[in-house]
């Protein structure tokens, strides 16, 4: 019952015989509540101004963390996490300013709100260049590149059907200038790193020093034109490239200088402005500790007077107020040393110690909450260290090659995990790029053109699969053109050596008409000079010489036409010579081609350079070869036309005996003369046919020569063939047959 009566009803109800020793009492408890409530009241400002710190505190930190994932992924969303994150610390910082109340605690709130406006403008500042950045790259750096590109290759397809292999080789060289320099500057706005920038300069003024060099040799207008506009936009390029720089080094001298140092320094200065007003509060307890010990003394002092007077009653009241103090007393030392766990006693009851002991269990409540707040602060930094160490690890792995390195360790805090999986899917995106093209490549180096890269990409890996798979693709295409163009060389070889082979039977006849045609003018000769001496066979020798001679105009006839018939060969043959000469030309270019694509593939691309060095090699040699068998054709042409001639004027001779050999008939009596004439006339016809019989010889070598030179071509065709076979350009197998 008396636990739950006031101290004020025991007093007047059991008390009042020591009613003036109450009243010494009352006035030394009312000086001790006073002065250890001004100590409460400092006590309550000083936690009220840590607490509101640590929000400070904890909220700038996750604005870090949100500005660390905008410089990661800037998006929307992370501008918007961020302000959202400043707004909540300066509604605190506004808090904490109505409260502090002295010089110094005004002085370090302001401190505060000038390094929370300068960190929010810093970060909007950041922003706005990133802004500029994205608008130039995107609106003028992306767009002139690729219409430059665009522009070499129309020039280069202008260039290969004009064949003009030296031009065609500059704009090559110029395209392999044009994609480094935008690597390297793709590179710079990955990293920042002036080494990178340099580097694309480097690249862009040697390609406009190389794109003069080939306006020099450029004659059509068309291609000086498309040429003009593809140095201005490059021009454009290198302009906006510094502007670009201009804004990247702006944004970072901004983040190094300002959201790298303020962000630091604002958690050690609200750590320490913390810290002191913990250390107020540990200093104040004790002192309230003391303030009610030296009340309960003074309280049992007047109670021992008040047992003189009424002993009984003063020992139940004493008990009554003794005993809960005493308890509550205890219950506050163990407090004061920082023992939270204590039950504070007395909270249950309706007078005022029960008053006392609900404001002790709210001063423990309150300590045990900036206890819970300290082990929270220092888990999340031991997190967020572990969590920069484990990203330092991928970072390190990454420089070095490896991609395979991941942070696998989960963390209670739901945004250090997702920033560690940000983390992890980058590298993960880099190595799929990265083991794809060299698949690719190795592929390539093996000779298996049917390679290319798969899986889906964003940006630059997006731009670099692209590159590569056309890259295989052309050079599929170009390995297939170069193997139809070598089956139409041989196939022409072949059909060179059939009419080679036809020829040298021909000419083989012709040499046995003409042999033939000698022997019967011999036959003649004799005939015309026995005639003179037998005057009396006259009639039957002219029967046999008018025979003889119809005989030689029948042979002479077969020779004029199988003369025409080589003759009309030749001229195929010349035609034929033609086309091989403009296949060998097509393969020489082909062949260029590729040894540039070769050489913009780098280490990969060597053996290809040297496949495709062969292969110009052999076509020079191809066009060589045709050319001496087309002079040799000419030439054989030349004679067989001469031989036409000689045999004509054989079968006119032919003629003239003929009808001599008629007039012999009706005038027996000029035969010695008309002998002499035919034997004259038969002396020259003879060594006419000697010559066509030399002619006929000549022609026939040079028929063999033919036929080996195209046994030649045929050989070297096939090891054309042979050297293409290494390549595969199909998924089903290796799609370059072999030559037998």
Not at 135 to 141: A, D, K, M
Not at 380 to 395: H, M, R, T, Y
Not at 527 to 547: F, G, L
Not at 660 to 681: C, L, M
Request: one cysteine or more; charged letters at 20%.
């Amino acid at each position: 019952m008396l636990d739950n009566m006031t101290l004020t009803q025991k007093i007047y109800g059991g008390f009042g015989v020591v009613i003036a020793i109450l009243m010494i009492i009352a006035g030394a408890s009312v000086y001790s509540n006073t002065s250890s409530g001004t100590d409460f009241s400092n006590y309550h400002h000083a936690a009220d101004l840590s607490n509101e710190a640590g929000h400070i505190q904890t909220n700038m930190l996750e604005a870090r963390l949100a500005f660390f994932k905008y410089r990661q992924q800037p998006s929307p969303q992370s501008i918007d996490a961020f302000k959202a994150r400043m707004k909540t610390v300066e509604d605190i910082s506004k808090t904490l300013t109505s409260l502090v109340q002295n010089e110094s605690e005004k002085s370090a709130v302001a401190g505060f709100v000038t390094q929370i406006k300068n960190y929010s403008n810093a970060f909007d500042t950041v922003i706005q260049a990133q802004v500029e950045q994205d608008e130039l790259v995107n609106n003028s750096l992306v767009v002139l590149g690729s219409n430059i590109l665009g522009n070499l290759a129309e020039l280069n397809s202008q260039l290969i059907a004009a064949k003009d292999t030296d031009a065609t080789l500059k704009v090559n060289t110029l395209t392999s200038s044009i994609y480094s320099m935008r690597l390297a500057i793709t590179k710079f706005l990955l990293n920042n790193d002036l080494k990178d920038f340099d580097a694309g300069v480097n690249d862009s003024k040697r390609a406009l020093a190389e794109g003069k060099e080939l306006a020099a040799t450029l004659k059509a207008p068309e291609n000086k034109r498309i040429l003009e506009a593809t140095l201005t936009d490059l021009d454009n390029y290198t302009r906006d490239l510094e502007k670009v720089k201009t804004v990247i080094l702006k944004r970072n001298m901004v983040i190094h200088d300002v959201l790298n140092v303020v962000g630091p320094q604002m958690g050690l200065d609200t750590e320490a402005f913390k810290r002191a007003h913990l250390d107020k509060q540990d200093a104040l307890g004790p002192q309230i500790a003391t303030a009610m010990s030296n009340s309960v003394y003074t309280s049992e002092v007047a109670a021992a007077l008040a047992l003189i007077v009424a002993i009984v009653l003063s020992l139940v009241i004493a008990r009554s107020i003794n005993s809960p103090i005493a308890t509550l007393t205890s219950a506050m030392a163990k407090l004061a040393e920082n023992q939270l766990d204590t039950e504070v006693p007395g909270t249950s009851l309706n007078n005022e110690i029960g008053s006392m002991a609900k404001a002790v269990n709210v001063f423990k409540q309150n300590a045990i909450k900036i206890r819970n707040l300290a082990l929270q602060e220092a888990a999340l930094q031991e997190e967020k260290a572990d969590l920069q160490s484990n990203i330092a690890g991928v970072v390190s792995a990454a420089v070095a090659g490896d991609f395979t390195k991941r942070i696998t360790k989960r963390y209670d805090n739901p945004d250090l995990d997702a920033f560690a999986r940000n983390v992890n899917t980058l590298v993960t995106s880099v190595d799929q790029s990265v083991s794809e093209t060299k698949r690719v490549i190795l592929a390539l180096s093996q000779g298996d053109l049917t390679e290319s890269m798969a899986g889906t990409y964003q940006g630059v890996f997006c731009e670099l699969q692209a590159h590569v798979n056309e890259t295989m693709a052309t050079l599929r295409s170009l390995m297939q053109q170069v193997r139809q163009s070598a089956d139409v060389i041989n196939g022409g070889a072949d059909e060179i050596r059939q009419a080679s082979n036809d020829l040298s039977r021909r000419t083989e006849t012709q040499a046995a008409s003409l042999e033939q045609t000698s022997s019967a003018l011999e036959e003649i000769t004799v005939a015309v000079k026995t005639s003179t001496e037998r005057a009396q066979e006259s009639s039957h020798m002219v029967t046999e010489a008018r025979q003889y001679a119809e005989n030689s105009a029948d042979v002479v006839k077969d020779a004029t036409a199988a003369m025409s018939r080589i003759e009309q060969a030749s001229k195929e043959i010349t035609q034929i010579i033609n086309v091989i000469d403009e296949i060998a030309f097509q393969t020489n270019l082909l062949a260029l081609n590729a040894g540039v694509e070769a050489a913009r593939a780098g280490e990969a691309g060597k053996g290809f350079a040297v496949v495709a060095q062969e292969v110009r090699e052999l076509a020079q040699r191809s066009a060589t070869a045709a050319k001496d068998i087309k002079a040799l054709i000419t030439k054989s042409s030349n004679e067989v036309e001469t031989g036409v001639k000689l045999v004509t004027s054989t079968g006119e001779a032919l003629w003239s005996i003929q009808q001599k050999v008629v007039g012999i008939a009706a005038q027996v009596t000029s035969i010695a003369t008309a002998a002499n004439e035919q034997s004259t006339g038969l002396s020259e016809v003879s060594t006419a046919v000697n010559q066509m019989d030399q002619v006929t010889q000549q022609n026939a070598a040079m028929v063999e020569e033919a036929a080996a030179s195209t046994s030649k071509l045929a050989d070297e065709t096939i090891h054309l063939l042979n050297l293409i076979s290494r390549f595969k350009v199909d998924a089903s197998g290796y799609g370059m047959r072999r030559a037998a």
